[in-house]
């Protein structure tokens, strides 16, 4: 049990391409939050959800990037036309609510090539 | 524009000694400061936070200063552990908003 589960781990896929990340939550946990890493930066916030709505998408870059969250559980990240400078660690994090620590999966790594 | 900033890129101790990770932020609206672990292939794992109402919050071998004039936090472990290696992130947010604010993190090796 459980903890952030995130799948793939690792994605490669080629410039132009749709790439979907999945993120499962801690059963229970109505916040969700998805995150950019880069090499050698820290995370960087893309989005946050609280239950099935999109609370805060500030920080998503562009409109190639796009997040749902149907039934306030697993959510899926979701990326347009990819181009190289995408590749990065996507995290996703959850909490009990907001306010709460926010508890982190492994990543998925995405390479665009 | 790096709002939170980890300066020094690593840290080597000798393990049984004091590890002081530094962190200096420069938005004054952040109240609420956090630090993460991360183990390579893991994802970052929450060690201790502090509201900007405190000035120390300690929790076993950790403890957490926060210098609001200084716009400065640190994170003291005692004694460093070998398994402590790691990278460490300090992160900020502000009062009603739920996006944490990374630093650029910190890796500590402590050498056995």
């Known amino acids: 049990g459980a903890g952030v589960s995130q799948t793939p781990s690792n994605k490669v896929t080629e410039k132009g391409k749709y790439v979907e990340l999945r993120c499962d939550p801690i059963?229970?946990?109505?916040?969700l939050y998805w995150y950019r890493q880069s090499l050698g930066q820290g995370p960087e916030f893309l989005i946050y959800?609280?239950?099935?709505?999109?609370?805060?998408d500030s920080g998503l870059p562009n409109d190639r990037f796009f997040a749902v969250r149907p039934e306030g559980s697993v959510s899926t990240l979701k990326i347009q036309r990819t181009e190289r400078g995408d590749s990065a660690v996507y995290l996703c994090?959850?909490?009990?609510?907001?306010?709460?620590?926010?508890?982190f999966g492994a990543g998925t790594r995405l390479s665009v090539l | 524009d790096q709002q939170v900033k980890q300066n020094s890129p690593s840290l080597s101790v000798q393990e049984g000694r004091i590890s002081i990770l530094n962190c200096d932020y420069t938005?004054?609206?952040?109240?609420?400061f956090l630090w993460y672990k991360k183990y390579p292939a893991e994802g970052p794992t929450f060690l201790i936070s502090?509201?900007?109402?405190?000035d120390k919050n300690e929790d076993g071998r950790f403890t957490v200063f926060l210098n609001k004039s200084a716009k400065h936090l640190s994170l003291h472990i005692v004694p460093s552990q070998p398994g402590d290696s790691a990278v460490y992130f300090c992160?900020?947010?502000?009062?009603?908003?739920?996006?944490?604010?990374f630093g650029k993190g910190m890796k500590l090796t402590v050498n056995p």
């Open positions: 992160a900020a947010s502000v009062g009603g908003s739920e996006k944490l604010v």
């Open positions: 994090a959850s909490s009990l609510d907001t306010k709460n620590i926010q508890y």
């Open positions: 959800f609280q239950g099935t709505g999109a609370a805060d």
């Open positions: 938005n004054s609206m952040f109240d609420y």
């Open positions: 502090i509201s900007s109402i405190k």
């Open positions: 059963s229970g946990h109505t916040a």
